[in-house]
């Protein structure tokens, strides 16, 4: 958003011979302006104005002592659809702005996992749209933001061994494979709504920022599915949802961003994916990549 100030200082006609129906001219303009001082006296008009990269700007008007002096100040502010920083957003008047970004990319460990049940980190992945909208307070280079957003968590395991698979009291419990069927993998995957609130502190025009904060997850589907190919050489696939994952977490997120909105995060929560009835109970710690957070 850029506003402008105009300052308009037209001499007396008789003084410096303008007629005064004449059209004032722009003397200065501020394009990232933070503060404005505007300072008059009997010698002359000083406007000074600090900038969003805290760089300072000064106009200076003397007054010819025998001349009639008028001054007008005007401030424009409007609303824009505009892309900053990787970010698409409509950006409002008085450091508002609705925005949308937040794409990330990792790679998901099951910590505290029992011993033996194969989760990999380097097989599981996350897809997430941190905030897919939300409204965003500015002050200078610190920001707060409360949205909406999505995940998606993948945790998978490619074992020989066993399988993923639902038990008998409504959870998840493993199972070896049919006799003489080849493994190829079993995952349980997650889907959630995410309430992200998050604050974030920018170091002027270097482009690194640090955002931090918590995410309420409201976590509405969960399945599981293993596929294997058979002795006789049928591909098969065993899918199954309904058992009892937690509904509610809360996940911690931190990001450095190094790079024009490209960074690296970090996200984790303290409570467990699954919720009693006889399943194994972990933890997601994921990390990755963000983009235009």
């Not at 004032?24 to 000083?46: K, M, R, V, W, Y």
């Not at 957003?89 to 990792?106: D, F, Q, S």
Request: net charge positive; glycine share 10%.
């Amino acid at each position: 958003m850029k506003r402008y100030i105009i300052l308009t200082l037209a001499a007396a006609s008789a003084v410096l011979g303008l007629r005064s129906e004449e059209r004032p001219d722009t003397l200065f303009t501020a394009q990232t302006p933070e503060t404005a001082i505007i300072t008059e006296n009997s010698h002359g008009l000083t406007v000074t104005v600090i900038n969003s990269d805290q760089t300072s700007s000064v106009f200076e008007q003397p007054y010819d002592s025998n001349s009639a002096i008028k001054s007008n100040q005007e401030t424009r502010s409007g609303y824009m659809t505009t892309i900053y920083d990787g970010v698409i957003g409509i950006k409002a008047k008085r450091h508002w702005n609705v925005i949308t970004g937040g794409i990330a990319l990792g790679m998901v460990n099951a910590v505290d996992q029992p011993d033996g049940l194969g989760l990999q980190w380097n097989k599981s992945f996350e897809i997430s749209w941190v905030n897919a909208i939300a409204a965003e307070y500015c002050n200078r280079g610190f920001s707060v933001s409360l949205g909406l957003g999505f995940d998606w968590r993948n945790y998978r395991i490619t074992t020989r061994s066993h399988h993923l698979t639902i038990n008998g009291a409504g959870g998840i419990g493993t199972s070896p494979y049919p006799e003489g069927s080849t493994p190829r993998n079993s995952r349980i995957k997650v889907f959630s709504l995410g309430l992200p609130l998050l604050f974030s502190q920018k170091f002027g025009n270097s482009g690194i920022a640090i955002t931090a904060g918590a995410i309420l997850n409201f976590n509405t589907h969960a399945s599981v599915r293993t596929s294997y190919r058979t002795e006789t050489g049928n591909d098969m696939e065993e899918y199954a949802e309904g058992f009892h994952h937690r509904r509610t977490t809360i996940d911690f997120l931190g990001c450095l961003q190094l790079w024009k909105s490209c960074g690296l995060y970090v996200r984790y929560s303290p409570q467990t994916v699954l919720q009693g009835h006889g399943s194994p109970q972990f933890k997601p710690l994921s990390a990755g990549v963000m983009f235009f957070l």
